[in-house]
């Protein structure tokens, strides 16, 4: 089948990888999806964010004839999509309630005559007969389900009109469909199959890992500063994701960031809907922006180039942590995943599970992804394993996370958490008053504050029972017996209460192993910015330059063509310009990334700007 105007044969998968995307070998599981879908089987694909999962329906659609009819629910994100493929020649083209009827028919009558490669469709246009019918037709050459967990009604993203799509089975039983996510866990893996009626595709399952994220939890003392710190050293004019909990802090952070001399902008649902929508453009167009928002944003968002992905809050669950992580380096550069953890997040999430809507099962669903989540926060193991084995897979020890870096001490913490959940058992049992973290500390150190002394907490035998101890280092106590339901918290004002396993410590049957608090982080004084850095650090001083000149030239033909920077070429593209400093266009088709299309489009200017730089001789 043709692609795009210049009406090129392409008759097999490894050249269509080449001539048209411009690489050169497929990743993981992509070869064996292709050729499976291609030979007309359906398919259910588990792939992390940036595995690649948009090939293994793009590459079949364009080998199969007819049009691939992509459904996805990423309304906002379809232009970009289809400029990217366009960028690349292929014929692409989107209907959505975005468009007048006039584009839309448009679409339509280049779906009928077969101008089109592939067609994304927002789910609510099924609903519309019309549609089927234009479908009917058409010849249709396979369909794509995009964030296939959309159609599971326990997940976060649930689409209503996702439910429907089981229908494409039955009115088109001869067309593939390959359903795709980021989703991993079993449960949604079963509601995909059984709501989709996938029970007879083939599955592939691919290794989560993410090797490339270098995943960092540490504990919160300052977390506007201790961001700022991690921005200056590390992701000086890199383009990420910050996530906070609720929309004030939002925008304080946001405005913090910007206090400070960082690009940052807000995004929340309480924004207006053009608002959100300016900023999610920025955000996509510019380089080296951060966002500062709710997890109301990222689903689909496919820029390539985001560095990290920073929390500020403790997320509700390992579930919804890894996906927003996730969109961190799908270009495979290396890239950070920090979370800023604390007690008082922990004391939050489990006021908002008490008092959040739903019955006593839903609750205890939450408090289950809370204590994953928590237990990941206080692990000794390498993070990665223990993510990894969240989703059901097994991992050795990474080398690319924190723990595994700089592996922390662990300590025979049984006699202070006695200590401890004496304390709280004496203010249970005497005072039949309920106190929180903070009175407990007080009481431990022996200092006399106003309010210990308001009720006798100074008359207690445990008063001044644990100055060995630093404060943090108590609350680390806290809230890594919290992590190991060692102690509970209840109401409000977050009051420590002992749980059924308390007894076990206070009466020696069990030890207990804690994580060694680091020292307190240097004090948030701001240092002066250092100088914004030019390039990521692993190019070579003499490809830095070059690099930097081969993005100036993106961002102003991004500009001109009004697509995002990514649309044009891939920062790993430039990079590997940069470094290998092609002389001719043959040289330059090598380069991954470059395909026909591009190479066409692009290619002397590339070598004009690369010449530019260069000493006259
Ligand atoms: P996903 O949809 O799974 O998150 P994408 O399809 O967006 O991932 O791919 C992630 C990135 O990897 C994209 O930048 C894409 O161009 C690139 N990519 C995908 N397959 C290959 C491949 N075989 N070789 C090189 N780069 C690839
Ligand atoms: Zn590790």
Known sequence: MAVGDSGLDVSDAGRVLRRVFGYDSFRGAQQEIIDHVTAGGDALVLMPTGGGKSLCYQIPALVRDGVGVVISPLIALMQDQVDALRALGVRAGFLNSTQDPYERRQVESAFLTGELDLLYLAPERLRVESTGNLLDRGMISLFAIDEAHCVSQWGHDFRPDYLALSALHERWPAVPRIALTATATKATHAEIASRLNLADARHFVSSFDRPNIQYRIVPKNDPKRQLLELLRTEHSGDAGIVYCLSRASVEKTAEFLVQNGIEALPYHAGLDAPTRTTHQARFLREDGLVMVATIAFGMGIDKPDVRFVAHLDLPKSVEGYYQETGRAGRDGLPSTAWLAYGLADVVQQRKLIEGSEGDGAHRRRLATHL?????????VECRRRQLLAYFGQ???ACGNCDTCLSPPESWDGTIAAQKLLSTVLRLDRERRQRFGA???????????????????HDRLTV??????????EWRGVVRQLLAQSLLGIEGDYGTLVLTHSSGEV???????????EPERVTQATPKTPKPRRIAPVDLSEAAAPVFERL?????????EQGVPAYVIFHDATLRQIATETPATLAELSTINGVGENKLAKYGQQILDTLADGAPTT
């Not at 204590?371 to 926060?377: F, N, Q, R």
């Not at 007080?442 to 006798?456: H, N």
């Not at 993005?551 to 500009?559: E, G, L, N, T, Y």
Request: some cysteine.
């Open 371 to 379: 204590d994953a989540m928590l237990a990941l926060c206080e692990t």
């Open 394 to 396: 097994q991992a050795s």
């Open 438 to 456: 903070g009175q407990v500390i007080d009481i431990l150190l022996g200092k006399k504050t106003p309010k210990v002394a308001q009720f006798g």
């Open 463 to 472: 008063f001044g029972i644990g100055t060995e101890l630093r404060e943090a």
């Open 506 to 516: 206070l009466s020696r049957q069990r030890q207990v192993l804690l994580r060694r």
């Open 551 to 559: 993005r100036a030239w993106r961002a102003a033909a991004a500009k």
